[in-house]
């Protein structure tokens, strides 16, 4: 169950009708990480539960059709860039070759990567203050509340031999 549906998301950014089951994927996976971060998991799950009842209530369907459901496609758009020239095979990830297309070079798909996420957020600047009123603030999640996450990452140096440096995520 996810707030935004297939053909909400085509109706605002439509996509190629051959990956309807990668878009609705994605719009799980977005909603998953992106949107509960940036709303808290208890904003989420109450915005997620009042968006499926019918009829939705007025003041959530001010929420959704004001931005929520512009800022929730446009994340699901920047991820279908990035991912949907990509295959999983069992060597791993491959890069999808087709004799009468080129893949658009790295630089180009980042650029529009980056503006479809700025985009969802000037989406969902336009109805954060709405959410707020509804649903208060969000719960702050710090160190305190789960345990920290450390990568090590080995860096090799000509003249001393690999160093260690702790990257913290």
Do not use: W
Not at 123 to 142: C, F, N, S
């Amino acid at each position: 169950m996810a707030i935004l549906t297939y053909n909400k998301m085509q109706e605002i950014k439509p996509c190629s009708k051959n990956n309807k089951a990668m878009l609705e994927q994605f719009i799980n996976e977005v909603e998953f990480s992106k949107i509960q971060k940036l709303l808290g998991t208890d904003i989420y799950n109450k915005l997620l539960a009042d968006s499926s009842l019918t009829p939705i209530p007025e003041d959530v369907k001010e929420i959704l059709d004001g931005g929520m459901y512009k800022c929730i496609a446009y994340y699901v758009y920047a991820r279908y860039i990035q991912e949907s020239m990509l295959a999983d095979t069992f060597t791993g990830m491959v890069i999808k070759d087709r004799t009468d297309a080129h893949t658009a070079p790295v630089g180009q798909i980042k650029n529009v990567v980056n503006e479809y996420t700025d985009m969802a957020m000037m989406a969902y600047k336009l109805v954060e203050d709405k959410i707020r009123a509804k649903y208060g603030q969000p719960i702050e999640i710090t160190n305190n509340n789960f345990s920290e996450i450390v990568g090590i990452r080995k860096n090799y140096s000509c003249k001393k031999g690999p160093e260690y440096k702790i990257n913290y995520f």
